[in-house]
């Protein structure tokens, strides 16, 4: 799937959690984690050194600044908002270099590109689309789908990411975390 050099390239893991995923509303505890990653091969035994992670919560409020357009917090609100934060950090990070956003949902990565259209979170889909053409303007970019709880290395500790900040607790520093761990 991949046409851009692996070596010479950025990776971002996302993920999205959600604590509740019945009866949701904008108080609903949902959360995203990132991980950026220079030199991964994309197979999952964690080559590559961390550039930077990042995490935050589903924001639902119209009147915060980092507002995208997520009503509720769900599970699907927190994948959607994960890949919309990674967006922007490559849109602030600025260089030119080669970048692959890394995902477990499908329905992240085909919205983000049109491939699908949306039946809801469409404000917040909407946002996502428009990060989504501003930033392949101006570097290439793509989105692979990796499969989510198998251990591949990067995808779990931006899973282990998420779930904390749902969690409201601190994520486990690399140093001692283990993948699985969540």
């Known amino acids: 799937m991949s046409v851009l050099n692996r070596s010479e390239m950025i990776s971002i893991y996302v993920d999205g959690s959600c604590l509740e995923n019945q009866n949701v509303d904008?108080?609903?505890?949902?959360?995203?984690?990132?991980?950026?990653?220079?030199?991964?091969?994309?197979?999952?035994?964690?080559?590559?050194?961390i550039v930077e992670e990042l995490f935050g919560n589903v924001v639902t409020s119209p009147s915060d600044k980092k507002y995208l357009g997520a009503a509720v917090g769900s599970n699907n609100t927190?994948?959607?908002?994960?890949?919309?934060?990674?967006?922007?950090?490559?849109?602030?990070?600025?260089?030119?270099?080669?970048?692959?956003?890394?995902?477990?949902?499908?329905?992240?990565?085909?919205?983000?590109?049109?491939?699908?259209?949306?039946?809801?979170?469409?404000?917040l889909v909407e946002s996502l689309q428009k990060l989504w053409i501003e930033v392949s303007s101006i570097r290439d970019v793509e989105w692979e789908h990796v499969k989510a709880h198998r251990g591949h290395r990067w995808n779990e500790r931006a899973d282990h990411l998420a779930l904390r900040c749902a969690q409201r607790t601190s994520p486990i520093p690399l140093s001692f975390w283990k993948p699985g761990q969540r």
């Open 78 to 123: 927190a994948e959607l908002s994960g890949f919309a934060e990674a967006l922007r950090w490559l849109l602030i990070e600025g260089s030119d270099i080669p970048a692959v956003i890394r995902t477990d949902s499908l329905y992240a990565g085909n919205l983000a590109t049109g491939k699908w259209k949306p039946k809801a979170n469409k404000k």
């Open 26 to 49: 904008q108080n609903t505890p949902a959360a995203w984690g990132l991980v950026v990653v220079s030199g991964d091969n994309g197979l999952g035994k964690g080559n590559g050194e």
